[in-house]
């Protein structure tokens, strides 16, 4: 299971988008499931997965037309990596909610995970469309482009990495990110202009990590993929870059 898989935590706000067939908000049932369904958020947030579907499932059969039960019981078999179950469940979600942003996204990463690059793209495009703002779709959508690996995709995975960061100027992992596709395009002002902004938080950084961004800052740019790459790594192991990430990783 991919990375952001195991990180995602995806907790659709919940029965929000009662359909007709579901329980009258006046009615006990109502109320059981609205009791059921906020309990399985809190128990996904505390690694309670077992009790989660229990009560999850519950839900689906008081309010089975509400599409975030299903898109969290989607989340559950991703994350014990039942991909059968996971695609009958959000493909469940979807035909309820067929351009909700976050059921497009966790359809998206379950794609990646089942290795459906085409797939994943298609899901995580109309995530973005859904919601220009979500800043998980786009940088879910800018790493699988960035694997792509040619020139159009790796430009425009550039261009979705500066719309995070016009939200999140300062977002670490977004500019270790956008030096490594800079460098990848060989586009050398992009390239120093992003470096700067490291340096600029560089001085709480381990010595280590400083040589390595020099080594960075000295590189041609169209050698400069490797330098990013190791400065990326050894940031990993630091706190700063960790929430930063989990910005963009992080569900919920």
């Given at each position: ?14 029965l929000?988008?009662c359909?007709?067939?579901?329980p009258d908000p ?7 499931a ?7 958020l809190?128990?996904?947030?505390a690694g309670?997965?077992?009790?989660a ?12 037309a509400?599409?975030?039960a ?23 979600a ?5 351009d909700?942003?976050p ?7 379950m794609e990646?995970?089942r290795?459906n ?13 859904a ?10 959508l800018a ?5 792509r690996?040619?020139?159009e995709?790796?430009a ?22 956008k030096?490594?596709?800079?460098a990848?395009?060989g586009?050398a002002?992009t390239?120093?202009?992003t470096v ?5 938080q ?13 080594a ?9 993929a490797q330098?990013a ?7 990993r ?16």
């Amino acid at each position: 299971m991919t990375r952001s898989i195991l990180l995602a935590l995806f907790v659709c706000a919940g029965l929000a988008g009662c359909r007709p067939a579901d329980p009258d908000p006046s009615s006990e049932a109502y109320r059981e499931a609205v009791y059921n369904f906020f309990s399985a958020l809190a128990r996904i947030q505390a690694g309670e997965d077992l009790g989660a579907e229990e009560r999850l499932l519950r839900v689906t059969e008081l309010a089975p037309a509400e599409p975030a039960a299903w898109a969290n019981l989607g989340l559950l078999a991703l994350r014990r990596n039942d991909l059968e179950a996971a695609a009958a469940r959000l493909e469940r979600a979807r035909s309820l909610a067929p351009d909700a942003g976050p059921v497009l996204l966790l359809s998206g990463l379950m794609e990646q995970v089942r290795g459906n690059a085409d797939a994943a793209e298609a899901y995580l495009r109309r995530a973005v469309e859904a919601d220009p703002e979500n800043l998980h779709a786009l940088y879910a959508l800018a790493t699988l482009l960035r694997d792509r690996g040619t020139p159009e995709a790796t430009a425009e995975a550039l261009r979705l990495i500066d719309r995070i960061l016009a939200r999140q100027p300062d977002n670490l992992a977004a500019l270790i990110e956008k030096a490594r596709l800079a460098a990848a395009l060989g586009d050398a002002e992009t390239l120093r202009v992003t470096v700067d902004r490291l340096a600029a938080q560089a001085e709480a950084w381990p010595p280590e990590a400083r040589e390595h961004l020099l080594a960075l800052r000295q590189a041609p740019p169209d050698q400069a993929a490797q330098p990013a790459a190791f400065l990326e790594n050894l940031l990993r192991r630091e706190a700063a870059y960790r929430e930063d990430l989990a910005a963009l990783e992080d569900e919920g």
